[in-house]
């Protein structure tokens, strides 16, 4: 018989197999990005010139796994506790099958300490994209496969409990939204495994001598099928965390659920097309072909991307304004709980993402523009503000929400947990900005030495270009400080936090309701119900709801207009090709 | 409140939409519209354009191609490596291999070459500094571009795709003479 408990602070009904399970795959996502965190110390102190801490062999390994497990491991592993979170607990329904959950999980366990074995032990140094004929030891290879199986069967789980939350009527209506983000990013997540299984099987094969030559360009088209489109899966997840987080601390409601929604169908239709992104410059594809996919169809997967940018701070904004915030255009937002770490971490990711990672995402994935940005530092810059601030950021936000909710622990060290999402994101934004700038000057991406020290022939970086990389190191480790504290808060906080069974938690001190105990009993939760009714003035009103939002937004345009024109101007000084 | 939960209403899909929304979607999709037309405008118009020209090739064709026009145009040696100054508005061969871009070239300024770029092993980055040109090279095929040096100088060609630990040693030369 399933066993349900109610949390007391937020409402929300966990299954007792799925709760395991969210526990076990969330905490080790939060070991892999220790494993990364540290290995950042090494990767920012050398590429700080000045300071050029590591070896070229002790760089490059550490880059390698550095790329790995924040990007693959970290993100993945958590990304399956917001599945089992958005299935089983949003819809009140018991996880499907754990038993092959638990099967996925533990293949997932295998396969990142596998990879990571390999990397360590010194003859993998070959980058998380691993391009061949470049070539790794096999279970590099293996571990990686083992990884996608065992996500794949989670994923799985997650798509059959949808199906027994639909059979046994768990809900009205439809899914929620938050639900319908996580299933975008499931769907998306199918089609990413299946292109690392399309590339990695028959690379594992050739590392182990039973296929002779895996083609190089084809190699890169079909890996980026993986890389770029495990990217999306990490979009598509944080915008849900983004809505989730808006409902949770103000009790927001989608703008419209049909536009959201739309905007979550075109991620699915379009944003794997980006493997593209990465091969504009490439040998071998043609202009129609880079076109068409670089601007994943008309940049309609962008233009989803630019919706959720006003949805998300539009539904708070309206929340905010019912409870009388409405003096000027933006005293909803000046007032909103800017020390509440869950807030301020997902605001933050929400901006960082927007104006740093989106804007520069479409300018450099633009076809001729990619030629003065493609393998530069500026790609890295790129994907810290996606990836690090916009999917990390808004995933530890969460993880402030799950101490109290999911794992039943008060905080510990709260004060600095307020701190935590400005550090971070402040040392990102450092980080990446002056990353862009060096960037702009050419300086490499997975480079050990920017001074060519032994090379024949030599060249010269400016002298800024060496300023921007240290401005950029010391951002890296105001940032690698702010993982830190989110390390300690978060592991401190299972290990040593005070256990609230049953009584009040942090979060129930902010949203000041009074609950029940969470124990767990056999009941059947009660059937979701649908969200309550709007009045009637409420519907599709024909005035700006939420104007700060929309100046925001428009802020947004007009930023991104200017900066991807000069960049056209840019490229039009430098010698003509073609 | 509601963003985890079921829609309000059953027929979601019926509502109308606010007016807020309405706006930005349009903005936002002219905007989208105007992004896209740039690429097939610049690739007709523009100057700066990735190459359209590729063929399937072999590391000992391609080097032996190489070779013959290193033999042919050799003018002077530079740290081992050979100088090669073709004549303008030829087919000029460029490789890669571990760590080494060869040859250098000699070019003169406001003249076009077709410029061939393939590697011998792994994959590399050919990133043209300072004006920062970066193209990928890849083993098994041979890039074509019709370059343009319109400013006379030393160019430096960093190699920016990972190639293993002597990555750093990979920087290569181009002279635009007036």
């Known amino acids: 018989m399933a066993e349900f408990r109610t949390c007391p602070d937020s409402g929300f009904y966990f299954h007792k197999s799925a709760e395991s399970l969210m526990k076990v795959n969330a905490v ?47 993100i993945i592993f958590f990304e399956m ?71 794949l069967l989670q994923v799985f789980v997650f798509f059959g409990t949808l199906v027994v939350a639909h059979q046994e009527k768990t809900y009205e209506g439809s899914v929620p939204l938050v639900t319908f ?16 299984a399309i590339i990695l099987i028959p690379t594992f094969l050739w590392s182990i001598g039973y296929i002779s030559h895996i083609d190089a360009e084809m190699y890169r088209i ?26 949770v601390l103000f009790g927001a409601r989608p703008m419209s659920e049909k536009v959201s929604r739309m905007a979550f169908l075109l991620y699915i239709l379009f944003l794997q097309l980006a493997c593209a992104h990465h091969i504009l410059v490439d040998p071998g594809v043609s202009t129609e072909w880079r076109i068409f996919n670089t601007s994943y169809a008309m940049y309609l997967a962008v233009l989803a991307s630019m919706i959720h940018g006003l949805t998300v701070p539009g539904s708070i904004e309206v929340a905010q304004r019912k409870k009388g915030l409405t003096n000027g255009i933006f005293e909803w937002l000046r007032k909103a709980p800017w020390d509440n770490p869950v807030f301020s971490g997902m605001f933050i990711s929400l901006l960082v993402f927007g104006f740093i990672g989106g804007i520069t995402g479409v300018v450099m994935g633009t076809l001729q523009i990619n030629l003065i940005i493609h393998n530069t530092i500026y790609v890295p810059a790129h994907f810290h503000a996606t990836v690090a601030v916009g999917t990390t950021l808004a995933f530890m936000a969460l993880t402030y929400l799950l101490i109290p909710v999911l794992f039943r622990r008060e905080m510990i060290f709260p004060k600095l947990a307020k701190l935590q999402p400005y550090i971070f994101g402040g040392g990102m934004t450092i980080l990446i900005l002056f990353m862009l700038g060096a960037g702009t000057l050419g300086v490499s991406r997975r480079h050990w030495d920017m001074d060519f020290t032994g090379a024949a022939l030599g060249f010269e970086y400016p002298g800024m270009a060496y300023t921007l990389m240290a401005i950029a190191a010391i951002g890296g480790l105001l940032a690698i400080v702010g993982g830190a504290i989110y390390l300690l808060v978060a592991v401190g ?43 009637v003035e409420e519907h599709g009103s024909s005035g700006f709801e939420a104007p700060g939002t929309f100046a925001l937004a428009m802020v947004l345009l007009v930023s991104f207009v200017v900066y991807y024109f000069i960049n056209w101007k840019y490229l039009a000084s430098v010698w003509p090709l073609g | 409140m509601t963003s985890y939960m079921p829609p309000a209403e059953r027929i979601w899909w019926k509502m109308p939409v606010g007016r807020q929304e309405l706006v930005w979607i349009a903005i936002s999709l002219v905007w989208c519209l105007i992004m896209f037309l740039m690429m097939p405008y610049w690739h007709i118009y523009g100057k700066q354009n990735p190459a359209t020209e590729a063929y399937q090739t072999t590391p000992a064709k391609f080097g032996a191609r190489v070779q013959e026009m290193v033999e042919q145009y050799q003018v002077r040696e530079e740290s081992g490596i050979p100088v090669v100054k073709p004549p303008a508005g030829s087919d000029i061969y460029m490789l890669g291999r571990l760590w080494q871009w060869y040859p250098i070239f000699e070019l003169e300024k406001d003249q076009s070459y077709r410029l061939h770029l393939s590697s011998m092993d792994w994959q590399h980055g050919f990133s043209l500094q300072p004006i920062n040109v970066n193209l990928q090279v890849v083993p098994g095929y041979e890039m074509v571009l019709q370059i343009t040096p319109d400013q006379a100088g030393e160019y430096g060609v960093v190699c920016n795709e990972y190639c293993g630990i002597g990555h750093h040693l990979m920087v290569g030369r181009i002279y635009v003479g007036e």
Do not use: D
């Not at chain 1, 499931?186 to 089609?191: K, L, M, Q, S």
């Not at chain 1, 997840?237 to 808006?246: I, Q």
């Not at chain 1, 129930?508 to 105990?517: N, R, T, V, Y």
């Open chain 1, 28 to 74: 080790l996502g939060v070991v892999f990005l220790l494993v990364a965190g540290v290995l950042a110390v090494g990767v920012v102190l050398t590429r700080w010139q000045e300071v050029h801490l590591l070896s070229a062999e002790a760089f490059y390994m550490g880059l390698t796994a550095h790329g790995i497990n924040a990007l693959i491991f970290w």
């Open chain 1, 81 to 151: 506790a917001i599945l089992h979170f958005a299935s089983s607990t949003l819809l009140r329904c018991r996880l499907a099958t754990p038993a092959w959950a638990w099967i996925g999980f533990i293949l997932m366990v295998i396969g990142a300490v596998m990879n990571n074995v390999a990397v360590f032990q010194g003859n993998s140094s070959v980058m998380m994209t691993s391009y061949a004929p470049m070539q790794a030891a096999p279970h590099f290879y293996l571990g990686l496969i083992l990884f996608a199986v065992g996500a």
């Open chain 1, 181 to 196: 983000g996580a299933i975008t990013a499931a769907i998306i997540a199918v089609f990413t495994i299946a292109s690392g």
């Open chain 1, 222 to 247: 079909v890996w980026w099928g993986l890389g770029h489109s495990s990217q999306q899966v990490n979009v598509a997840a944080h915008v849900s965390v983004w809505y989730l987080l808006a409902g």
């Open chain 1, 493 to 535: 906080s299972l290990m040593f936090g005070k256990k609230l069974e049953p009584s009040a938690g942090f979060l129930q001190s902010f949203l000041g309701k009074s609950l029940a105990a969470s124990v767990y009993n056999t009941n059947r939760p009660e059937t979701l119900p649908m969200a309550p009714k709007l009045s």
